[in-house]
């Protein structure tokens, strides 16, 4: 017999899937388990220590969804079983062990191509956690073209998934961008309340339909000041007050012409300078919001032995003396910073992107009135489960 605060404890340590399977040990370690102070207890205990994490790799039409182990220590991958197989879809983001995906409700329907001819009515997007192994499909809301704009004029549109601490909500942002505006339409999705509702516009060009980056309650993009203007901004959207700006770049020593992309690295906000291919600088902002704190963590030439068409850094490894990459469609290594060589490699042919993603009981309904209801009226047993839950996560109930 363990004391209730110890169990817990030792509980928000073990993985998902040792603790789906404890939920059948006894009716009180099942609902200690579902709990929704234990899930958040152990969500944040996985988010401090950079644990639980897993690679979750997608084709090129998301078809076929897998997961691997972190360490690359299995070659094989697990297939994420989703409803929509066949129907193909496109891996937009990752949260907090949430997968969003963009689905066509028909096989006639291209994912593809309505991401650059937007056509709601022929699209679903699908919340999955492949750990529970449960799945939300959502609502599309159609675009609000401006009158005198045919509906095959919007540009293409891009989405953003993260979570609002504020609220504790999870959003989802899409911005439709239109030619010749510098404005565009942005609308936002509430789990919490299943709604769409429009928010002021993008004031911004994007440069296409890459995903908003996820850190910290807010969503980056690397856009255009305006129209035809070369100069880059990264922008930023804060989904508890959802209001835009605008964070500094580095200092680049080489000013020449990159392709730029963004991401999270070590939970710092991460941006990557690919020059024509002969070589990529990888900055990081080690204090957000400040220019002075970034820092030019790697630089990779092409005689390192790495492709550098497509390479993305993706976390740190445990011990933080070697960073996790992906080389391009269907090569994902470890990339030893100190030795300056790869010491490990993920090879698989059936995967078109890679994304580091995090194994969670997060549910995807966040208002459980079921739960609610047994609080306002107690029985014995409701009592005595309780007191179990009050002594571990020292609550008043």
């Known amino acids: ?56 790799t997608a084709s090129i039409d998301a078809s076929n969804i897998y997961y691997t182990d972190f360490d690359l220590n299995n070659t094989y991958a697990t297939f994420i079983n989703h409803p929509f197989t066949n129907c193909g879809s496109h891996f937009l983001a990752s949260c907090n062990g949430f997968i969003l995906l963009l689905t066509a409700k028909s096989l006639e329907t291209c994912v593809f191509e309505t991401l650059s001819q937007p056509d709601p009515p022929n699209l679903d997007l699908v919340l999955v956690n492949p750990a529970t192994r449960k799945h939300k499909l959502l609502p599309v809301s159609p675009i609000e073209y401006p009158v005198y704009y045919s509906k095959t004029r919007c540009q293409f549109v891009s989405y953003g998934f993260g979570h609002d601490s504020v609220s504790d909500d999870y959003k989802i942002v899409r911005i439709a961008q239109f030619p010749d505006l510098v404005k565009n339409e942005v609308k936002v999705f509430s789990l919490k309340k299943n709604v769409w509702r429009r928010v002021q516009d993008f004031p911004y060009v994007l440069y296409a339909t890459a995903p908003g980056v996820f850190l910290d309650g807010v969503l980056h993009w690397l856009v255009n000041k305006r129209s035809g203007s070369e100069a880059v901004v990264i922008a930023s959207f804060d989904l508890g007050t959802e209001k835009y700006g605008s964070l500094p770049q580095p200092r680049y020593s080489d000013m020449s012409d990159f392709l730029g992309t963004l991401g999270v690295l070590g939970g710092k906000l991460c941006l990557s300078c690919n020059y024509d291919m002969r070589y990529i600088d990888f900055w990081v902002m080690e204090k957000y919001g400040l220019k002075k704190s970034w820092s030019k963590i790697l630089s990779l030439e092409q005689n390192v032995g790495i492709r550098l068409m497509q390479l993305k850094a993706m976390a740190y490894s445990n011990s933080g003396k070697e960073v996790l990459l992906q080389q391009d469609a269907g090569r994902i290594l470890w990339y030893d910073v100190e030795l300056n060589e790869i010491s490990k490699r993920f090879v698989s042919p059936d995967f078109w992107k890679a994304h580091l993603s995090l194994e969670s009981l997060v549910e995807l309904n966040c208002k459980d009135s079921t739960e609610l209801a047994q609080v306002k009226r107690k029985t014995k047993k409701s009592r005595r489960l309780d007191d179990f839950l009050s002594k571990a996560f020292n609550l008043k109930l």
């Open 1 to 56: 017999m363990f004391p209730p605060h110890l169990l817990c404890n030792i509980f928000t340590r073990l993985p998902v899937k040792s603790l789906l399977t404890f939920r059948c040990v006894s009716k009180p370690v099942c609902a200690l388990i579902d709990s929704p102070h234990f899930i958040k207890s152990h969500l944040q205990k996985s988010l401090d220590s950079s644990s639980n994490r897993t690679i979750i």
